[in-house]
């Protein structure tokens, strides 16, 4: 949201990417994008937690490569 346009990401690790990622959010109408917290490692089986979980298998297969 806005705290996060409005704040000095100079010292973040990966500020380009949160700034690139920031600009495409801003593209899109108000209210039409969405996001949604889905907790870590929780072992769950609803639709977001297998996702957050396949999103977990992906990174980590690309720090191995």
């Known amino acids: 949201g806005n705290r996060v346009v409005n704040t000095n990401l100079d010292d973040v690790p990966n ?3 949160i700034k690139n990622a920031i600009a ?12 949604k917290h889905i907790r870590a490692h929780t072992s769950c089986t609803d639709i977001h937690s297998r996702g957050n979980a396949a999103a977990d298998v992906l990174a980590k297969r690309a720090v191995e490569n």
């Open 24 to 35: 495409q959010v801003q593209t899109f109408p108000f209210g039409i994008l969405t996001f």
């Open 15 to 17: 500020a380009a990417l």
